[in-house]
């Protein structure tokens, strides 16, 4: 009955850390502050899940405490990949290719929120999200020197007309 008890007190003082966390899944990418988003995460790490009048030494015992804590620390982990994401000079066919490849989504790019990052095991996709990113910068890269270049010849360039 105590154990009972226990398990019962486990899951509802985790419940009530869960909504805190999901709530942070729940944000729309589109409108992401990454900085903010890491914040947010070690507070709830720090301020909660660490905290011991918050979560006492007999809960930490519990095998769903250990994988909440875990699950806020892949987060926290996985907020520099969105961070990159976010900071990196995608085009609709660079989002085409993460959405289908890394993200495994068919939900369009505006309805995207956090916990699809969260979910979609970016640490393991590492590696291909990264040549993403790349071929994106890359080719940034190269539109921004030719725009300057054809801006620069046209500039240079003087046209009279004739009567």
Not at 59 to 67: D, E, N, S, W
């Amino acid at each position: 009955e105590k154990e009972h008890q226990r398990l019962s007190d486990v899951w509802t003082r985790l419940h009530r850390l869960w909504e805190g966390v999901s709530s942070l899944g729940k944000q729309d990418y589109a409108g992401l502050k990454p900085l903010q988003l890491r914040l947010s995460l070690e507070q709830i790490l720090s301020t909660q899940l660490l905290n011991r009048d918050v979560c006492p030494t007999w809960l930490t015992q519990y095998a769903p405490y250990q994988r909440m804590l875990q699950q806020v620390r892949g987060y926290i982990s996985v907020n520099a990949i969105i961070s990159d994401i976010a900071n990196a000079p995608l085009k609709p066919r660079h989002w085409k290719v993460i959405l289908k490849n890394i993200l495994r989504t068919r939900d369009p790019l505006g309805t995207l929120q956090v916990s699809h990052f969260w979910s979609a095991g970016l640490e393991d996709q590492r590696a291909a999200l990264g040549q993403i990113l790349s071929q994106a910068q890359g080719e940034s890269a190269i539109e921004e020197f030719l725009a300057s270049e054809v801006r620069d010849f046209w500039q240079g360039f003087r046209l009279e007309l004739k009567p």
